[in-house]
C-alpha cells in the first residue's frame, strides 16, 4: 500500500453553550489533574524548559525530539498553539486563555522535520504512541493526518491495534479539514475523512463555529466564499462568516470539517468541538501568526479540525479524571472515556442554515455523517440536573452468544440515552468491512417495544459505538441487553453509559396502620448499570429521629425486587427509614 503524505490539520470554546467545561473546574475541580497527555505535532515553543511560553511552565512531563535531532522547537507554530489549547495555563493572559485541562502534564513529540514537513512520524504509528505510553500518557492529541476520503489504511488499522492492545490509552483524532462543496448546492459533501481519523477506536473530531463576532479578531470578518471561493462557491455557506452562526442562534458546523461516513459506512467524525477562530498559545520561535496574532502577542488566532482536536482531547483527560476521583475507578479504560463523551454530546441539528435544501446536519435520531453524536457538554454530562443521573461501567466481557442484561428503573418523559463503546479487534486495510468483533445494543420497554441503536430498525453490523436516545413513554422497568452477536476475537471487553430520568431504587411508601402485632413488610426495586452486590443492600430505621439506626437486609425476591421487614411496634410508634 502507498502511503499518502501526512499533513497539519480559548476561551469561547470552554463556554455554556460550547464544551461547558468553566463550572467544572470551579465547582468541581476538574482541572486534568493526575492526567498525563501525550501530544504529537510541530513542536512546542522555544524547544527548551529554561525559557518556556509561560502557560506551559510546569507542564511539560518529557519533551521529545523526533523530527530534528536535539530540537523540539516550533518554528512552524501548530504545535503550540494545539498544545496551549490542551493545557496552557493561561499564565500569559491572567487566565483568559487557558487550556481545557490546564492542570495536566504533557508528553510533547516533535514530528516537525528539517524541512518542515512530518518526517518525525513513524512508518508504524504503534511507535509514536507506544513511547507516548511509556512515558506515561493515557491519552493523545493529534492534530494531523492523510487525506484518504474514508479509507481505512494502513495507519487506522495500526492505531486500532495499538488501542487494542492497549486499551487504558485513548487517542484523539482530527477528522480533517477536506469539507468541500463541490457540486455547487450549497450543503458541505460526505465522505472526506482523513486517515488515520477513519479508525474504529479512536476518538475522531470534528469542528463547530465558534461563535465570534464579525471583526473581533482572526479570520471573522471572512466569509467561508470569500476565503476559499473555489471550495464554498454556493450560499448559504458562501456569505456566511467563518466564525458566526448564518441565523446567530444555531450554532453550526465548519465548512471545511471533514465529513463522513467511511467507506465501510460506519459514523464518522465521532463528536465536534469549536474549530474556528481559536485563541491560543503563540510559539515565540515561529514566524507565523497562523489567523491572525491576538492584541496579547503571546497568543494568536487559528482554525481547523486541528484546531478542535486538542480541545477535545483537554476535555476527555477532564471525563478521566473525573471517573478516578468521583468514581473510583482506577484506570479507566479509553472506551468508557469515549462513551462517557458521545453519551452526553449534543446534537447541533439543524444546523445554522435552517432545515430546506441546505440543512446543515440531519434531523434526530443521533448519530449523522455531519457532526457524529454533537458537541461535548462536561458539566451536563458529568452533573446532570436532578431527576437526570449518569451512570457507566466497563467490567463486562462478552463472546459470541452471550448476553449481558442490565435493567433500569426509568421515569417517563425524560429524554435517556444508552451508548455501548468498544475497542475492537483491528480490521484489514483496504476496502471492505471493518468491524470484526460485532456486539449489539438494544433497549426493551415494559410495554414490549424495542429500541435499536444508531437510529435503526434493526441490529446494526458496522459501527462499534452503538447509542439508543429514546424518551420513555411509560414509567417502569427498562431492559438493557448487550449481545456478542460474533466474536471471533473473544472475549471483548465493552464500557456501556445510561444517562437519564433513572432511579436506582422505587419503594412503595409504607403506609400507616393500628396493627402493632405484625411487622412491616417493604418492597424495592433495585437497578443498576455497574456492578453492584445485593450483600450491602439494607435498610436503615429507627423510632427515634436522632437514635441509632438499625440495620436490616434486603433479601433478593425476583429480578429486581427485594425485601425487608421491619419489626412490629407499638401503636402512635412514627418509623424513620431510609
Given at each position: 500500500e502507498e502511503a499518502p503524505p501526512r499533513e497539519l490539520h480559548n476561551d469561547f470554546a470552554v463556554k455554556g453553550r460550547h464544551l461547558n467545561v468553566t463550572n467544572a473546574w470551579t465547582q468541581f475541580g476538574l482541572t486534568g489533574r493526575r492526567q498525563v497527555i501525550g501530544h504529537a505535532d510541530t513542536g512546542l515553543d522555544s524547544g527548551t524548559l529554561t525559557n518556556l511560553h509561560p502557560d506551559f511552565v510546569g507542564r511539560v512531563r518529557v519533551a521529545i525530539a523526533r523530527g530534528r535531532p536535539g530540537d523540539w522547537g516550533d518554528s512552524h507554530g501548530h504545535g503550540t498553539h494545539t498544545a496551549g489549547s490542551i493545557l496552557g495555563g493561561g499564565t500569559a493572559s491572567t487566565g483568559q486563555f487557558r487550556g481545557v485541562a490546564f492542570e495536566a502534564e504533557l508528553v510533547h513529540q516533535s514530528v516537525m522535520d528539517s524541512s518542515g514537513g512530518l518526517g518525525g512520524l513513524p512508518d508504524d504509528l504503534y511507535d509514536l504512541y507506544l513511547e507516548a505510553y511509556t512515558n506515561a500518557a493515557r491519552l493523545h492529541s493529534d492534530s494531523w493526518g492523510a487525506p484518504v476520503y474514508g479509507q481505512y489504511n494502513a495507519d487506522s488499522q495500526s492505531s486500532d491495534e495499538f488501542m487494542w492492545d492497549y486499551p487504558d490509552m485513548l487517542l484523539v483524532f482530527s477528522a480533517g479539514n477536506d469539507g468541500r462543496d463541490a457540486n455547487s448546492d450549497g450543503v458541505v459533501d460526505q465522505d472526506s475523512i482523513g486517515s488515520p481519523a477513519t479508525a474504529k477506536n479512536l476518538l475522531t473530531v470534528g469542528a463547530a463555529e465558534s461563535d465570534r463576532a464579525p471583526g473581533s479578531g482572526g479570520y471573522s470578518s471572512m466569509a467561508w466564499g470569500y476565503g476559499w471561493p473555489s471550495q464554498y462557491p454556493a450560499?448559504?455557506?458562501?456569505?456566511?462568516?467563518?466564525?458566526?452562526?448564518?441565523?446567530?442562534?444555531?450554532?453550526?458546523?465548519?465548512?471545511?470539517?471533514?465529513?463522513?461516513?467511511?467507506?465501510?459506512?460506519?459514523?464518522?467524525?465521532?463528536?465536534?468541538?469549536?474549530?474556528?477562530?481559536?485563541?491560543?498559545?503563540?510559539?515565540?520561535?515561529?514566524?507565523?501568526?497562523?489567523?491572525?496574532?491576538?492584541?496579547?502577542?503571546?497568543?494568536?488566532?487559528?482554525?481547523?479540525?486541528?484546531?478542535?482536536?486538542?480541545?477535545?482531547?483537554?476535555?476527555?483527560?477532564?471525563?478521566?479524571?473525573?471517573?478516578?476521583?468521583?468514581r473510583g475507578v482506577t484506570n479507566p479504560g479509553a472506551a468508557l472515556v469515549k462513551a462517557v463523551i458521545i453519551n452526553g454530546s449534543r446534537s447541533l441539528t439543524p444546523g445554522q442554515y435552517g432545515t430546506d435544501a441546505a440543512r446543515e446536519i440531519p434531523p434526530p435520531p443521533r448519530p449523522n455523517h455531519a457532526e457524529g453524536w454533537g458537541q461535548p457538554d462536561l458539566m451536563n454530562t458529568l452533573f446532570p440536573q436532578p431527576p437526570r443521573r449518569m451512570t457507566a461501567c466497563d467490567t463486562n466481557r462478552l463472546t459470541t452468544g452471550q448476553t449481558n442484561i442490565f435493567r433500569l428503573f426509568l421515569q417517563a418523559g425524560l429524554t435517556s440515552s444508552v451508548t455501548l463503546a468498544y475497542s475492537d479487534y483491528p480490521g484489514t486495510a483496504g476496502t471492505g468491512k471493518k468491524l470484526v468483533n460485532d456486539l449489539d445494543l438494544f433497549v426493551l420497554s415494559p410495554t414490549g417495544g424495542v429500541y435499536y441503536p444508531n437510529g435503526r430498525s434493526s441490529p446494526d453490523r458496522t459501527n462499534n459505538v452503538e447509542g439508543v436516545d429514546f424518551v420513555p413513554p411509560v414509567s417502569g422497568i427498562y431492559t438493557v441487553r448487550v449481545s456478542g452477536f460474533n466474536v471471533p476475537q473473544a472475549p471483548q471487553p465493552y464500557a456501556l453509559v445510561f444517562s437519564g430520568g433513572w432511579e436506582p431504587i422505587m419503594a412503595d411508601p409504607l403506609p400507616n396502620t393500628t396493627n402493632s402485632a405484625t411487622p412491616y413488610q417493604l418492597r424495592a426495586r433495585i437497578t443498576s448499570l455497574g456492578p453492584a452486590n445485593p450483600a450491602t443492600f439494607a435498610i436503615l430505621w429507627n423510632t427515634n429521629a436522632g437514635a441509632r439506626f438499625n440495620t436490616n437486609a434486603l433479601v433478593h425476591l425476583t429480578g429486581p425486587e427485594y425485601g425487608a421487614e421491619i419489626p412490629a411496634q407499638p401503636r402512635n410508634t412514627t418509623i424513620h427509614y431510609f
Amino acid at each position: 500500500e502507498e502511503a499518502p503524505p501526512r499533513e497539519l490539520h480559548n476561551d469561547f470554546a470552554v463556554k455554556g453553550r460550547h464544551l461547558n467545561v468553566t463550572n467544572a473546574w470551579t465547582q468541581f475541580g476538574l482541572t486534568g489533574r493526575r492526567q498525563v497527555i501525550g501530544h504529537a505535532d510541530t513542536g512546542l515553543d522555544s524547544g527548551t524548559l529554561t525559557n518556556l511560553h509561560p502557560d506551559f511552565v510546569g507542564r511539560v512531563r518529557v519533551a521529545i525530539a523526533r523530527g530534528r535531532p536535539g530540537d523540539w522547537g516550533d518554528s512552524h507554530g501548530h504545535g503550540t498553539h494545539t498544545a496551549g489549547s490542551i493545557l496552557g495555563g493561561g499564565t500569559a493572559s491572567t487566565g483568559q486563555f487557558r487550556g481545557v485541562a490546564f492542570e495536566a502534564e504533557l508528553v510533547h513529540q516533535s514530528v516537525m522535520d528539517s524541512s518542515g514537513g512530518l518526517g518525525g512520524l513513524p512508518d508504524d504509528l504503534y511507535d509514536l504512541y507506544l513511547e507516548a505510553y511509556t512515558n506515561a500518557a493515557r491519552l493523545h492529541s493529534d492534530s494531523w493526518g492523510a487525506p484518504v476520503y474514508g479509507q481505512y489504511n494502513a495507519d487506522s488499522q495500526s492505531s486500532d491495534e495499538f488501542m487494542w492492545d492497549y486499551p487504558d490509552m485513548l487517542l484523539v483524532f482530527s477528522a480533517g479539514n477536506d469539507g468541500r462543496d463541490a457540486n455547487s448546492d450549497g450543503v458541505v459533501d460526505q465522505d472526506s475523512i482523513g486517515s488515520p481519523a477513519t479508525a474504529k477506536n479512536l476518538l475522531t473530531v470534528g469542528a463547530a463555529e465558534s461563535d465570534r463576532a464579525p471583526g473581533s479578531g482572526g479570520y471573522s470578518s471572512m466569509a467561508w466564499g470569500y476565503g476559499w471561493p473555489s471550495q464554498y462557491p454556493a450560499d448559504p455557506i458562501r456569505n456566511d462568516y467563518i466564525s458566526q452562526s448564518a441565523d446567530l442562534i444555531r450554532q453550526g458546523l465548519a465548512a471545511f470539517s471533514s465529513r463522513g461516513p467511511t467507506d465501510d459506512g460506519r459514523v464518522k467524525p465521532d463528536i465536534v468541538a469549536p474549530g474556528t477562530d481559536v485563541i491560543s498559545a503563540r510559539s515565540r520561535r515561529a514566524s507565523s501568526s497562523g489567523w491572525g496574532l491576538h492584541p496579547n502577542t503571546n497568543y494568536m488566532f487559528s482554525g481547523g479540525t486541528s484546531m478542535a482536536t486538542p480541545l477535545a482531547a483537554g476535555f476527555a483527560s477532564l471525563v478521566r479524571q473525573y471517573l478516578m476521583e468521583w468514581r473510583g475507578v482506577t484506570n479507566p479504560g479509553a472506551a468508557l472515556v469515549k462513551a462517557v463523551i458521545i453519551n452526553g454530546s449534543r446534537s447541533l441539528t439543524p444546523g445554522q442554515y435552517g432545515t430546506d435544501a441546505a440543512r446543515e446536519i440531519p434531523p434526530p435520531p443521533r448519530p449523522n455523517h455531519a457532526e457524529g453524536w454533537g458537541q461535548p457538554d462536561l458539566m451536563n454530562t458529568l452533573f446532570p440536573q436532578p431527576p437526570r443521573r449518569m451512570t457507566a461501567c466497563d467490567t463486562n466481557r462478552l463472546t459470541t452468544g452471550q448476553t449481558n442484561i442490565f435493567r433500569l428503573f426509568l421515569q417517563a418523559g425524560l429524554t435517556s440515552s444508552v451508548t455501548l463503546a468498544y475497542s475492537d479487534y483491528p480490521g484489514t486495510a483496504g476496502t471492505g468491512k471493518k468491524l470484526v468483533n460485532d456486539l449489539d445494543l438494544f433497549v426493551l420497554s415494559p410495554t414490549g417495544g424495542v429500541y435499536y441503536p444508531n437510529g435503526r430498525s434493526s441490529p446494526d453490523r458496522t459501527n462499534n459505538v452503538e447509542g439508543v436516545d429514546f424518551v420513555p413513554p411509560v414509567s417502569g422497568i427498562y431492559t438493557v441487553r448487550v449481545s456478542g452477536f460474533n466474536v471471533p476475537q473473544a472475549p471483548q471487553p465493552y464500557a456501556l453509559v445510561f444517562s437519564g430520568g433513572w432511579e436506582p431504587i422505587m419503594a412503595d411508601p409504607l403506609p400507616n396502620t393500628t396493627n402493632s402485632a405484625t411487622p412491616y413488610q417493604l418492597r424495592a426495586r433495585i437497578t443498576s448499570l455497574g456492578p453492584a452486590n445485593p450483600a450491602t443492600f439494607a435498610i436503615l430505621w429507627n423510632t427515634n429521629a436522632g437514635a441509632r439506626f438499625n440495620t436490616n437486609a434486603l433479601v433478593h425476591l425476583t429480578g429486581p425486587e427485594y425485601g425487608a421487614e421491619i419489626p412490629a411496634q407499638p401503636r402512635n410508634t412514627t418509623i424513620h427509614y431510609f
